[in-house]
């Protein structure tokens, strides 16, 4: 079974990954800059960050 990949260059690709991942394409783009372009990668390192984000963002607000 082959990997999904995201193939940046290609503006359809890019906007149906950013709508499946729920995140801009410009971070889909700065994902597979980081970890490459299998989608499970990326989709990894997306949830990732952004569980990051929130939780920083929780320890910040109280």
């Given at each position: 079974m082959s990997?999904?990949k995201?193939?940046?260059?290609r503006?359809?690709s890019?906007?149906?990954?950013?709508?499946?991942?729920?995140?801009?394409?410009?971070?889909?783009?700065?994902?597979?800059?980081?970890v490459?372009?299998?989608?499970a990668?990326?989709e990894?390192?997306?949830k990732?960050?952004?569980?990051?984000?929130?939780?920083?963002?929780?320890?910040?607000?109280?």
């Amino acid at each position: 079974m082959s990997e999904l990949k995201i193939d940046v260059n290609r503006d359809d690709s890019l906007h149906e990954w950013a709508d499946k991942l729920d995140v801009s394409p410009q971070q889909v783009k700065e994902a597979v800059e980081a970890v490459g372009p299998l989608a499970a990668d990326v989709e990894q390192h997306l949830k990732g960050v952004r569980s990051t984000t929130n939780s920083e963002r929780t320890e910040h607000s109280g």
